[in-house]
């Protein structure tokens, strides 16, 4: 059986909870142990997938097609390992199992309540992924803050299993804010110590406090900190705010982080942690020799979170290639006709975003026809490569009605329909095409360039497809279907020959992109926005004084 960390958090939400686990599971990793992450997150939503980008941040799917939080994310892009549906439990999923349960009789005779029967539930999948001694550890983030009600009932689960497994096979982090009051030049602890003592009313008892905080923790906070809090000082670890998040391991590693976890859960078979192609990583990401700028088209821009992977997946490509990659949003809901060139013509790539939904669809479709008509390197991922297909069908075949059935369900020229088996779904909730499915590639083409193979498998989240019925007008109008199904004839990626880079895929290829397995599509996008850029830049130079470029 594995042994357990649980990672709570303090004082206020957005500390970073998933990248601190994230890190020191890196740093475990590294040693030479089996480790996995999973997330608990307090709301009833049964999964992420039926929220809104705006509520929650991007909805992260895994290999086994499970819609789930934006941090496994960062677990899988940290530790290049694949999580699953088990990796991700939320308040929703574990009332469903519980009273699914109780309709079937299994409790036949007793009330059903928190304690025991939702506790045990909870408890019953915080240990899930530590059985068959696949793991040596298993971290686990409990979602939200230390006081919330909604997430009282994991913080009750922890407890009790602090009593129910060996001292050495469980342990709690909880990561707190010290607040810098620039009035009085100083850090302060207050907060800290009241979250502490709010997790310990709640019998749990933290080992070590991982503290956020903008300036650096003096021995004498340090000291304070422990006295008040009842840990170690040595269990007190600074967190700074740091320039990536991926140098995070490596501040962890400074503050031994992970040596207080072996110690304290007595593990002694580890080496010397190695992690020299992550610093590779860090050494090309923090001094790239030039740089690019990408155009990412989108409706959800005021949230960052709402593109998480896709710019991870430019952070990736951009250390691959040696550039920095400076991502710059543009809100598809205001591109028009006469404000296109005047809004992209200082970009290198345009990428157009996923999404959903009518908002913002018409804007997208002008940025395609924009990078088409320049040269501009193209990319376009599920609703973006969707859009590609209609400008392509509105604007060189002539079909001027080309749509979506998804945006217009009379169209005359449904050029994206609906896939077949998801016309009778009347369910929303995890009913899309989900997770890894294969895609085989047509030798010579760009995508066989990027790829360097034939067969790949990528993951998907969507309902609509390119309607073959068009295959034909589309292949002839120059258009290549350089990627399908081998099943079904689906659609994968399309792409034009006859332009430096347009490639739109119907997979997320961000969902794959990792610090040591960047994705193929973004490091060949992220290529061809390079040569783009040293082209113009050629060009500028070459040129008289007064020409206009
Ligand atoms: N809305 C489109 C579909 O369902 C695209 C989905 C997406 O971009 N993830 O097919």
Redo the contacts with the bound molecule.
């Keep these: 059986m594995a042994k357990f960390i649980f990672v709570t958090g303090g004082v206020t939400s957005s500390l970073g909870k998933g990248i601190i686990a994230a890190s020191l599971a890196k740093l475990l990793q590294a040693r030479g142990l089996k480790v996995t992450i999973q997330k608990f997150d307090p709301y009833i939503n049964v999964d992420p997938g039926t929220l809104n980008p705006y509520e929650h941040g991007e909805c992260y799917v895994t290999e086994d097609g499970a819609e789930t939080d934006l941090d496994l994310g960062h677990y899988e892009r940290f530790l290049n390992i694949y999580t699953s549906q088990a990796n991700n439990v939320t308040t929703g999923r574990i009332y469903q199992t519980v009273i699914n349960k109780e309709r079937a009789g299994d409790f036949l005779g007793k009330t059903v309540q928190v304690v025991p029967h939702i506790t045990d539930e909870i408890k019953r999948r915080m240990l899930l992924l530590g059985q068959d001694n696949q793991y040596d550890i298993v971290l686990t983030e409990i979602g939200g803050t230390v006081g919330d009600i909604e997430s009282l009932p994991f913080i009750e689960a922890v407890r009790q299993l602090q009593w129910e497994l060996p001292e050495e096979d469980l342990m709690v982090i909880h990561l707190t804010l010290i607040p810098y009051l620039k009035a009085a030049k100083e850090l302060k602890t207050k907060p800290t110590q009241h979250s502490v003592k709010m997790l310990s009313e709640t019998g749990v008892h933290p080992d070590i406090l991982v503290c956020r905080t903008e300036e650096p923790l003096s021995n004498e906070i340090k000291r304070k900190i422990a006295l008040f809090c009842n840990v170690k000082q040595e269990a007190v670890i600074e967190a700074m705010d740091a320039s990536t998040i991926y140098e995070v391991p490596l501040e962890m590693l400074r503050e031994k982080l992970d040596l207080i976890c072996l110690k304290k859960m007595n593990i002694t078979h580890y080496g010397e942690p190695n992690l020299d192609k992550w610093k590779g990583f860090l050494d090309k990401l923090k001094y790239p020799k030039s740089k690019v700028t990408i155009g990412l088209i989108g409706k959800y821009i005021e949230l960052q979170d709402a593109y998480k992977s896709i710019l991870e997946s430019f952070v990736h490509a951009g250390a691959m290639n040696e550039v920095k990659v400076q991502v710059v949003n543009v809100h598809s809901e205001f591109i028009t006709n006469e404000n296109v060139a005047e809004k992209l013509q200082g970009f290198d790539g345009l990428l157009v975003?996923?999404?959903?939904?009518h908002r913002g669809i018409e804007g997208k479709i002008i940025a395609v026809k924009y990078a088409r008509e320049h040269g501009l390197p193209f990319f376009g991922?599920?609703?973006?490569m969707?859009m590609a297909v209609i400008e392509y069908g509105r604007n060189v075949l002539g079909l001027s009605e080309a749509h979506?059935v998804?945006m217009d369900p009379n169209t005359i020229h449904p050029v994206?329909n609906m896939m077949e088996e998801q016309k009778k779904i009347k369910m929303m909730g995890g009913t899309?095409r989900l997770g890894a499915y294969p895609c085989e590639i047509t030798p010579g083409t760009l995508a066989h360039r990027i790829y360097g193979e034939t067969l790949i498998s990528e993951r998907h989240?969507?309902?609509?497809?390119f309607n073959n019925d068009y295959l034909d007008q589309y292949l002839a109008a120059g258009m290549v279907a350089s990627g399908k199904n081998p099943e079904t004839g689906l659609v994968e990626i399309i792409e034009l020959p006859n332009h430096p880079f347009f490639i739109g895929v119907q997979y997320?290829p961000e969902l794959k992109s990792t610090v040591e397995r960047p994705a193929p599509v973004f490091v060949g996008f992220i290529d061809a926005a390079k040569k783009y850029n040293e082209l113009k830049t050629s060009l500028k130079s070459a040129a008289p004084k007064d020409a206009v470029i």
């Excluded at 975003?353 to 939904?357: D, H, K, R």
């Excluded at 991922?381 to 973006?384: P, R, Y």
């Design positions: 975003a996923p999404g959903f939904g991922i599920c609703l973006g969707q979506s998804e994206i899309m989240r969507h309902r609509y497809e997320h």
